[in-house]
């Protein structure tokens, strides 16, 4: 059977992209809301000015985050009118896959100032969101194109190429 027979058919794999942004917006924003409701707050008042600016900047990168999940749906209906194209599948999963970078530097900057204030120590804050967001790129791009590299690999060799 050729790789052409084993994909799914185009409906199936843009209602799969269209679920995937589904399935991270919530989180993403849940946390844009409890982000923002936080600079509204004596707390955020009393942080140092960088810890501000680094808390508006993961707040701009949730907000970023938010608006590339969104856009399938919307590009789904008014640029494709709901028809399920391939140019459409292209487009919509260049905005998922790019999603989670601004969310990871989200979370990364937002753990680095509760580190920060916590433990009044910012090395130890700047360390551990690093290491978060490391780990963040690690799971959510470096390992899934590492696997779709072998597969690829392993797909061209069992042909003989």
């Not at 004596?42 to 501000?52: G, I, M, N, T, V």
């Not at 780990?135 to 797909?155: E, F, S």
Request: aromatic fraction near 8%; proline fraction near 6%; charged fraction near 15%.
């Amino acid at each position: 059977m050729s790789d052409q027979e084993r994909a799914p058919p185009l409906p199936q794999k843009i209602e799969q992209m269209l679920t995937e942004a589904r399935v991270i917006l919530p989180g993403a924003q849940a946390l844009f809301g409890f982000q923002f409701t936080m600079t509204l707050t004596r707390a955020f008042e009393q942080l140092p000015d960088d810890s501000k600016l680094i808390h508006i900047a993961a707040l701009c990168c949730l907000a970023l985050a938010v608006i590339l999940l969104m856009t399938p749906a919307a590009l789904h209906r008014l640029t494709y009118g709901g028809e399920d194209t391939a140019a459409f599948f292209v487009l919509g999963s260049a905005f998922v896959i790019a999603a989670p970078a601004p969310l990871a530097f989200a979370i990364g900057g937002d753990l680095y100032v509760a580190i920060s204030k916590a433990s009044d120590s910012p090395l130890l804050g700047v360390t551990l969101a690093a290491t978060l967001f490391v780990i963040l790129a690690a799971l959510w791009y470096a390992l899934p194109l590492t696997l779709r590299y072998c597969a690829v690999r392993g797909r061209l060799r069992s042909r003989g190429a």
